[in-house]
């Protein structure tokens, strides 16, 4: 049976699937970096997803129009972001908290929305694949990286892009500072206040692309709790990525192989209770952040809310 | 010097600014009351006052931090308005905060670079400005690697960073908010010589400290606050300490305690080859070995995070022990936990009053038992005695003369002076055999200082050991029998009392080994 898993249309199938699974983690986990590195832990993103995929699916669905999907998964996105940053910026609620309460918000909000709106799970045709020309008739290689739909390229130029916005723009100057010590950025003349609503924004928008993602691209369903969790896996990617976009695409990549693998595994039949199979990611995570977590060192101001002293 | 001149970092001078008739309100406290203070171009004006005394509020208010009730800040006499630092800033005013505004995982030409307009639009401009960093580094005598990262660098060397981000900014008049607080003595040396320059060059520097000589060493003149008035404004050739002391704390003060002859005793505390981490996990504490005998102080002089901390907490059993002995009275009490070793005779002044000397959120009498409250006669079968507990409080508010409106007051409420009193009634009204005092008097004024010193020489007059921790140099000359170095975790020297001065222990401080 391990044999079947070893053949070279199999690790072929996993890579090519583990490609396109790191996409929403990608879209979430980077999102939440700018987040993290201005100071503001984002436990909603999963909610935040879920609101995004539903509102995603639901425009594409009536519509018949894919990117109105995405552009309302992002509007809804940003919205959320908005909100997360008015709770932590404004009314400095403690940041864990708040968060939770904003994925139980995006929960149950999308739940009641599915059942009002569509009451059945229903399938849209999501973005279809785009072989690159030339690149993808690279034998294997083409077909692992170079035969996907939009939102799986726009996840990987997403990286490299988010790394130079953080480390050779002001603006990302002035993100790692306020991370890392607002009264400082403050004496300067930095808006404490401006860069959080920014980083949150954006990690909402994110969020809601990510959620997208899954929705209208890579499973083209809506169900309740969609997301299962993935949202919170994203959360733990930028502490296992060290708050570096590319420590996040490691380990975005470590995950959603491992997600293949276990689905290749269930396809295959091998004799495995799937249970444990479904079960590997999430082991994975807390392994993951039990050996990272002694070894780097978040940014000094996450979760402390910013107030003008004495 | 005409007015269009203007400094060698280019900026055009502030000849003279003014502030007139500054008040400045907060519910219940007036913190300025009707302040005049100017400062002209070329000359050090230095700020004394105790805390308290409105001198940050005085210096909010200009560097537009804080909007004045009343009163106004003319420069080169017209009227200017500030309303933010950025105004501030703007008008060429820079401010050096007491505690550093430095980001320590962004190198020094991002620290400058940060919330300035770039040249390369959106992207940073790093290339130019560490250019002219260094231009500016040459100019002042001010040398920093602009590409090195501030947690890097030395708590001397990340002032000079300080300095030229406000020089970059084109401060042409700078506050200077006790800038030789964390400084060794050659690094205040250093310090100076820049200043020195700056002021040759024009600029005005606005100094605020409560070390009175080196007020006396650097400035043209002395401003003196006190409960929010200017009680006076001198030259400072006319000045002296003992006038300057009585100008701030309206009474005549004694600034040196009286260090009577005691017979020293036999070894009362007893460190052998003591190894402890910090709390990142690096060596703090590598080999050291010291005897505090009885009826001594012996000083720990050093500059800070070099070991100060996890020494006093290896010795009160807040933290572990990697290797070494620890010897209380004639009793190994390595291994023990903080109880048992306070039984034994130790009494301990804790660094930080606020977070480990006090529940911020208890009252007076609460945390006056803190230490006793299971034993007899506070409690009994695990009942508070709360009569009994409220006389012993009110008697030790008494003894030690904390001020505070009721014995109900939590302690959060009370100014740091009076903590600290009731910190030192509750650790010696129990006589304690061993005394480690961890910065007894940091950031206290002049008056809670002297009171806390006083105390201090009484209780090794009555034979107690004393482990006197202090980053304050003058306080270690004034009160210890015997200093000890620490440097890296490590005992660079004993110095006897006659024998030590501000060189030879600065020296060692800095590691330099004679």
Redesign the interface.
Known sequence: MITELLSLNVLIGIATSGIRLATPYLYAAIGETFGQRSGVLNLGVDGMMLLGAYAGFYVAFTTGNLWFGLLAAIIVGAVMGLAMAFISVNLQAEQGISGIGIYLFGLGMSDLLFQKTLGTVETVKGFRSISVPYLSDIPIIGEIFFQHNILVYGAFALVPLAWFVLN???????I??VG??T???D????SVSGVRYFTLTLGGILSGIAGASLSIALLNVFQVNLTNGLGFIAVALVYFGSWRPGGVLFGSLIFSLVNALQVWVQVLGIDIPSDIAVMMPYVLTILVLVFTVQRTRP??ALTKPFE?GE | MGEASSLLSGTARISHLEMKGIVKQFPGVLANDHVDFEVRAGEVHALLGENGAGKSTLMKVLYGMYKPNEGEILIDGLPAVILSPSDAIAKGIGMIHQHFMLVPSLTVAENVALGLRSSRGMLTDLKVVSERVIELAKLYGLLVDPSAYIWQLSVGQQQRVEIIKALYRGAALLILDEPTAVLTPQEVDELFVTFRQMVRDGHALIFISHKLHEVLNISHRVTVLRDGRVIGSVATEEATKEGLAQMMVGRDVGLKPEHKKVDVGKAMLELEDLWANSDRGVAALQGVSLQVRAGEILGLAGVSGNGQRELAEVITGLRNLIKGRVILGNKDITGKNPGEIMEQGLSYIPEERMRDGMIREFNISENAILREHHTQPFARRGFLNFPVITQYAGELVKKFNVKTPSLDTPAKNLSGGNIQKLILARELSRKPGVLIASQPTRGLDIGATEYIHTRLMEQRQEGTATLLISEDLDEILALSDRIAVIYEGQIMGIVERQNANAENLGLLMAGVRE
């Not at chain 1, 050779?168 to 002035?174: A, C, H, R």
């Not at chain 1, 004496?187 to 930095?190: A, I, K």
């Open positions: 050779k723009t002001t603006l990302g100057l002035k790692r500072a890392e010590n009264q400082a950025a004496s300067l003349g930095v940014p000094s003008r």
